[in-house]
């Protein structure tokens, strides 16, 4: 079956240290991946997709076709980086599956 | 543009009681999606349209629940009759196109059927 898994539903890390959000996804063919994140009392909005190869927030996702990994990683966390993380995968307009979360904790 | 526009935000209601929930998309976007947020299950698409047509409604939980949009800026999710298992909070999003590309979530609406 087609899914996308978070193996850990609640990560937590001290400030200035490094994080990686796990994804792995089992589909066929090419989908488009993406990471979404809810911050406290805020909307779910894109953080960053596999497509565009950039780097928001300090966020970098490499997709490995291999491993079907899209790991999401920062080098030094933040506080304010504390959120909900969701991996999301798009099999254009045939299949939308989210994952079913990460919350991230930064501790001071 | 205030983006994807939900109401109610918060909606409490009995049992056996018809609940619907309500969506103005972003102005241009030709898609719009419905999905359930709960603790358990996390966010579970329940279905998207694309140019007001129902494409893939495979994820609406049983006949209890409808969806309709009558035109491109509206957009309608409706539990009849509502149940406690049904209290989540229910996300409306829309993006340009379907497949592929951002999509854009509304607040959300929590609702508690009790």
């Known amino acids: 079956a087609q899914r996308v898994t978070q193996p850990e539903k609640l990560l937590s890390v001290f400030k200035g240290a490094p994080v990686e959000l796990k994804c792995n996804y089992s589909?066929?063919?090419?989908?488009?991946l993406f990471w979404y994140v809810q911050y406290s009392r805020q909307r779910l909005q894109l953080l960053l997709r596999?497509?565009s190869r950039e780097s928001i927030k300090g966020f970098t996702a490499d997709l490995n076709k291999g491993e079907t990994s899209f790991h999401l990683k920062k080098p030094f966390a933040q506080e304010e980086d504390s959120a909900m993380y969701y991996c999301a995968v798009d099999n254009y307009g045939q299949n939308f599956v989210f994952g079913p979360g990460t919350r991230l904790s930064v501790l001071p | 543009d205030a983006g994807v526009i939900q109401s109610p935000r918060h909606e409490v209601t009995e049992m056996g009681q018809e609940v619907t929930l309500r969506c103005k998309p972003i102005?241009?976007?030709?898609?719009l999606f419905w999905y359930r947020q709960t603790m358990m299950r996390g966010l579970e698409l329940l279905i998207y349209?694309?140019?007001?047509?129902?494409?893939?409604d495979s994820g609406m939980p049983e006949d209890r629940f409808s969806a309709k949009m009558p035109n491109a800026s509206f957009s309608t999710l409706k539990i009849q009759p509502s149940e406690p298992r049904d209290s989540a909070v229910y996300f409306c999003?829309?993006?340009?196109?379907?497949?592929?590309?951002?999509?854009?979530f509304g607040p959300g609406t929590r609702l508690t059927v009790t």
């Open positions: 589909y066929s063919g090419s989908p488009e």
């Open positions: 349209f694309n140019n007001n047509v129902p494409i893939d």
């Open positions: 596999h497509i």
């Open positions: 102005s241009g976007h030709n898609s």
């Open positions: 999003a829309s993006s340009l196109v379907v497949g592929g590309y951002e999509q854009y």
